[in-house]
């Protein structure tokens, strides 16, 4: 992707180097955008914006307004240069590998069933040996790929990549995933909270394509956001923001792993909900993870779900009117109870939230399903990509 760029001053060179830095930042932003955040006139963002798409730097998506609202916006996204990228991502009891092309397409994706939040030295060590052999089935070495990312299911320290949680995944407090990763794969590893990727893999392959401000919800063993503001990921001082899961309910007394009383994972959890359903379904349905996507058939299965997705919609409809959000995104294993779930969690929005911020917000299952962290991982590496574009704006 490198090219000269002749007759080019320094000032211009850097006004490229400049606008491209946000737009990899920044996945999905508006000329408009880019104009107000650098603080360049609008002529010299639309004159290094045409620069850098006439040399392949970057790409430009037009996008549909939510339910007819306002005009289609064109969103500028970073082209990444020919090569490959490692996604892992682990769940409670679950570790996925893939090999990805730095266009986004998988090569080689495995999963293996293991118990994380016990046993973190043999998860990281079933995540290095499942990234080789999906390296191996792509006809690929380590030092093939440009960049790692990993989710984990708990939040990180910010300022030092270590968990400290005691409460969640509890055998990995102390331990730095990103440089433990970095040990057995033999490359920089980049990790986030899985909910942080679960958003990421939704804004640039699934169901928040466009949206600038959105609530990406990973409902699983627990309940997770990843918070999605002005296009850009929100942590919070210590990379805690997003663990919704412990948002108190008043009406509810039964004990959570965090040792309050109360908690919404406590009631809305997949476990949970399952050991509700448990009550009103045949033993052989309750096992059967697939058949959520049918329950909206049996009426006393679905009371069920739309009454966790009323529970859910209550937290979230306080989050609607403190970041009136264009969207709310469903993801994690809940997810796959379809409809009576985003139909719980409506109505409580529309109860609860203020008249224009419930109007506002689109709600939507996850559409990439159980892949959105895995997906994430992929574009948190693309994202991490080694700046080859310097070669380009510096000549």
């Not at 500028?76 to 240069?81: E, K």
């Not at 290095?128 to 939040?155: F, H, K, N, Q």
């Not at 699934?206 to 850009?232: M, T």
């Not at 962290?373 to 948190?380: C, F, K, R, S, W």
Request: one cysteine or more.
């Amino acid at each position: 992707m490198a090219a000269n760029l002749p007759n080019a001053s320094p000032r211009r060179q850097r006004t490229r180097q400049l606008l491209l830095g946000v737009i990899r930042e920044r996945t999905g932003v508006t000329r408009v955008e880019l104009s107000r955040m650098t603080g360049l006139s609008r002529s010299a963002t639309a004159e290094a914006v045409q620069d850098l798409l006439s040399h392949g730097l970057v790409a430009e998506r037009r996008t549909d307004p939510a339910a007819g609202r306002g005009r289609p916006s064109t969103l500028l996204f970073p082209n990444a240069p020919d090569g490959f990228v490692g996604a892992i991502d682990f769940g409670h009891s679950h570790v996925f590998a893939a090999v990805a092309e730095t266009s986004g397409r998988i090569l080689a994706e495995h999963c293996q069933s293991i118990d994380v939040d016990h046993r973190a030295t043999d998860a990281l060590d079933t995540a290095a040996g499942l990234l080789a052999r999906g390296l191996d089935e792509a006809g690929l070495a380590a030092s093939d790929l440009s960049s790692v990312a990993a989710g984990i299911p708990c939040p990180l320290d910010g300022s030092t990549g270590v968990v400290r949680s005691p409460t969640i995944l509890a055998a990995w407090v102390d331990l730095n995933p990103a440089r433990e990763l970095e040990a057995r794969v033999g490359r920089r590893v980049g990790v986030d909270n899985d909910a942080n990727m679960g958003a990421r893999g939704e804004q640039r392959f699934g169901a928040a394509r466009g949206c600038r401000n959105f609530i990406y919800v990973k409902a699983s063993h627990g309940i997770g956001a990843g918070l999605v503001l002005n296009g850009e990921t929100y942590r919070g001082t210590l990379g805690i923001a997003g663990e919704i899961g412990h948002t108190q309910l008043p009406e509810v007394a039964t004990l959570c792993r965090c040792g309050n009383r109360g908690c919404l994972e406590t009631v809305v959890s997949i476990t949970e909900v399952r050991r509700q359903l448990a009550l009103v379904r045949s033993p052989s349905s309750d096992r059967d993870e697939a058949s959520l996507a049918d329950l909206g058939r049996d009426p006393a299965a679905s009371r069920v779900i739309v009454a966790a997705g009323r529970t859910l919609g209550r937290v979230l409809a306080d989050m609607c009117n403190a970041l009136n959000p264009d969207a709310i995104i469903v993801g994690g294993e809940l997810s796959a109870a379809g409809e009576p779930l985003l139909a719980g969690i409506r109505e409580s929005i529309d109860r609860y939230a203020q008249p224009a911020a419930a109007d506002a917000v689109r709600i939507h299952a996850a559409e990439l399903g159980l892949r959105a962290e895995l997906m994430g991982a992929v574009a948190t590496a693309l994202a991490d990509l080694p700046h080859a574009v310097e070669n380009v704006v510096d000549r």
